[in-house]
């Protein structure tokens, strides 16, 4: 049973340009869950979705940022015109619906330049 | 005052030693408790769930005190491999998902 899948593992972009970074969830998890960690810090909730739902989006920027998660297909944390402070790793995690615990992926890493 | 809070560390240990970390939590209706282990740079992975009967793992030993509202992790036999950053985390009341993390408490073993 693969775990939670998180693609690119490292990600570099220019100033400006937009950032896509994909998690799919574990088998048989219908609840994503997108973290953000700057370094040396701790983490941060993004947003909460279910499938074709955002549940919980408290923690995302109001520009800029927005999440998908598609009937088919992987979840997608999207980032127009980055800019430097968005250098971060980007975790996502899921759960099953009969549980809290939340399983993460092992991370995009974004550095813009 | 911090929906979750914990001391920060670094505990700094040497290998054998037992060592407790404690978190405490500010919605008294929390349901929901669990400790985290992060590697410098990795992803969290979940330790153990808290029970309200508390639990044991091995050398994990995890409490709830809801009267007081705080949990422990308590470390017996440290390895060189517990080093790590070790996260309490919360679930709110009723069927709201998004858990609160802590800060994360960093332990250092040394040989």
């Known amino acids: 049973n693969a775990g939670v899948m998180q693609n690119p593992r490292h990600l570099v972009r220019r100033r400006g340009q937009e950032a896509r970074l994909r998690c799919s969830p574990m088998?048989?998890?219908?609840?994503v869950y997108w973290y953000r960690q700057l370094p040396e810090e701790g983490l941060k909730f993004m947003v909460y979705?279910?499938?074709?739902?955002?549940?919980?989006e408290s923690g995302m920027p109001k520009e800029r940022f927005s999440a998908e998660f598609p009937k088919e297909g992987p979840s997608i944390l999207r980032i127009q015109q980055v800019v430097r402070g968005d250098s971060a790793a980007y975790f996502c995690?899921?759960?099953?619906?009969?549980?809290?615990?939340?399983?993460f992926g092992p991370g995009t890493r974004l550095t813009v330049t | 005052r911090k929906e979750v809070e914990q001391d920060p560390g670094p505990f700094n240990v040497p290998e054998g030693a037992t060592v407790a970390f404690n978190c405490t939590y500010s919605?008294?209706?929390?349901?929901?408790f669990f400790w985290y282990r992060q590697d410098c740079r990795k992803e969290p992975k979940l330790l153990m769930s808290?029970?309200?009967?508390?639990n044991e793992d091995g050398r994990f030993t995890a409490q709830l005190n809801r009267a007081s509202q705080y949990i422990s992790l308590l470390i017996r036999d440290s390895k060189l491999s517990d080093s790590a950053t070790y996260l309490c985390?919360?679930?709110?009341?009723?069927?709201?998902?998004?858990?609160?993390w802590g800060l994360g408490t960093s332990l250092a073993v040394n040989p």
């Open positions: 979705l279910q499938k074709e739902n955002i549940i919980d």
């Open positions: 808290v029970y309200s009967s508390g």
């Open positions: 985390v919360v679930s709110p009341a009723g069927n709201n998902r998004k858990l609160i």
């Open positions: 995690a899921s759960s099953p619906s009969n549980q809290y615990e939340q399983y």
């Open positions: 919605n008294s209706a929390s349901q929901s």
């Open positions: 088998k048989g998890h219908s609840h």
